[in-house]
């Protein structure tokens, strides 16, 4: 009897041990399977030139992790799919990637708009949804403990160029602005914000009006701004056309305001540029987080093959390469500290407090999942190249450049 | 209120609202002559933008001059579109079909848009698309300002052609009653593609006003094709005339409104009123009440 139980006794502890052996090995019938990320990119539609941006930001990201050894030692696989910058698709696709194509992980799409939805698909799964362009306050509104937003928190957005805009002589202040946004749960947070800051600063509002976002005749809003001869326009935009829109009307009505920002257009690098010219990109500002020009180490890397395979120069780079590359990096980061793809233990690890890197700086969240370590800058367009796009404010960091202020005439 | 913001939305819409209707006009004929719901046409504004966005960026040639090379080319792929899928829907369900058919044509025209040019957006640019004329305390922009000239010659040269030609006549002809038109001699079918190659091609003058006061990219044309659906319902499925006064209606509805009240509405109010006036007249402003004979 008691040889048996000897028996019995030493088989378990085998099969413990082989227990353990595979488990080391990493879940072995997957151990050299790549790792498959779920992403619902806006390849067309609205936001296409954004999804595109996106997907080559992603796709740079996954081609450098493998090419240096993958992600606990497994190959990095990217499943995406087109939304076509549609809420409903976004909430399709999120399901079926998860429940059909089993990806085991999953990265955000573009915009705050079908974040929300998106988030909510990745929540209703356990899934932890790490994304780099959902960060206005609707996105945190559902108080989902999976959503996490590496780039700089929208509401305070324009807070540099408002404190630039207070810090001016009195005699250089402007003295009256307009602000015209889309209705966009990405805009209007940051235009409201900036609107009632500067109004405590004594910036009398001239021009507050909120226009459809798939409006495709900006001419007659323009106009009124234009007429309201405002000093500074701020501008709540979410693409290209609009802004390229105000600036032609502005131009064509002469009205050039010593300042024009817009809370995002101006962000696009080349596309930006081919748009509105290059002459009228002169003065021209945007909030963000992250240039082609930023000083950081990662980043600049990454510019640089970004432009390897690509082409271009740093400042045409768009922002939401940048943005996607973040992504990776920090759900790599979180997978390598676990050494595990469990997205409850990810979720956990990015609560916990953890200061990461990414390309656009350090990355810590709080507890609604906002990067609270993200710096906000105030990029602006100098000269009529097209190609210098600088970083101006906040002008207390060393890598800011002087503001140019008034901005020069459109076209000169 | 305040009178110079009314003003200035009145001649916006007048201005912006003819260059609409020469968008809009080529929908409206397809489907006047050829009973065809032209999805694509939105998308053939924004391809007409790119030819211009080729002629002027890598051959240096000038925007409108550059309207007399596109609108024979997309004259031309009107009637290969033609040729390829409208004539081969059967009769019975054939408006119905062409939906679905041009829709097709437009995920292909944009697919094929995206992969030569990217999805970045771009503009046309040229001396009068940022300069303007000041007349009577306005600046008014040129760009618009030729481009309501062009649209009301092309208008113009249209109707001319629709009620002094024979092949007008023809047109007239397959429009009221294609059994007739066949019984008198009338080659329905040639008339037919000949109708949907001159309404695409009419959406190069249009194209090129779009991409010169719009920044662009393939997708584009999903957010016009509701505003001209809009337009042609309104002015009456099939009317050039119809098409213009809906088209400028619209626009000045919609710039006053956005002007003296809120950009929010303007959209609203216009579609608020063109319920009325559809409950009113369901033909819309211009069309008429008859049932075609097939």
Redesign the interface.
Known sequence: MKGHLGRLAAAGAMMSLMGVVLAACGNSPNANKPITIGISLS????F??D??AYQRGYELWASYVNSHGGILGRQVKLDIVSDASSPTQVDTNYTKLITLNKVNLVFGPFSTLLTVPASKVAHRYGYAFVEGAGGAPAAFANGLNNIFDVSLPVADYMVPFVNYIKSLPASERPTTAAY?TS?DPFTEPVIKKAQSLLQAAGVKTVYS????A????Y???A??VA?THADIVVLGSV???TV??FM??F????YNPKAFIAAAGPD?G??FV????AANTDGAMVPGGWSGNYANAQSKAMVKRYIAKYGGTPAGVNADVAEAYSVGQVVEQAVEHNKSLSNAEIIKYLHSGVTMNSVQGQVQFNSKGENGKAVGFIFQWQGTSGTTFNQVLPSSDPNSVKTVYPKPD??S | MNL??LY??LI??VL?GAVYALMAAGLTLIFGVMDIINIAQGVFVVLAAYLSYVLAVHFGVDLFIGILITMPTLFLLGIAVDWAFIRRLPARDRTTMSILVTYAVAIVV?GVL?VIF??????L?GWY????IYVLGF?L?YI?VFGFGMAVFLMGAIYLMLYRTRFGRSIRASLQNRPAARLVGINVDRVATLTFGIGVAVTAAGGMVFGA????????G???IS?LLAIVILGGLGSMAGAMAAAISM?VV??VV??VW???W??VVFFAALVVVLTLRPQGLFGRSFSRAQ
């Open positions: 390849l067309s539609g609205d296409s030139a999804g595109q015209p209705n009006q909120v226009f459809p798939e409006d495709t005749d001419a007659p809003i106009q009124n007429a693409d290209v056309p390229s829109a032609q009307a131009e064509q009505d002469h696009q080349s596309a081919s748009a509105v010219g459109w076209g | 110079t913001s200035q939305g916006d819409g912006t944009e995206s990217g999805v970045n957006y771009v503009q640019h698309v940022i300069r303007s600046y922009p618009y006061t719009t920044a662009f990219n393939p997708n584009s999903y957010d016009l505003r626009l919609e710039d956005a002007s809120s950009p929010l303007s959209e």
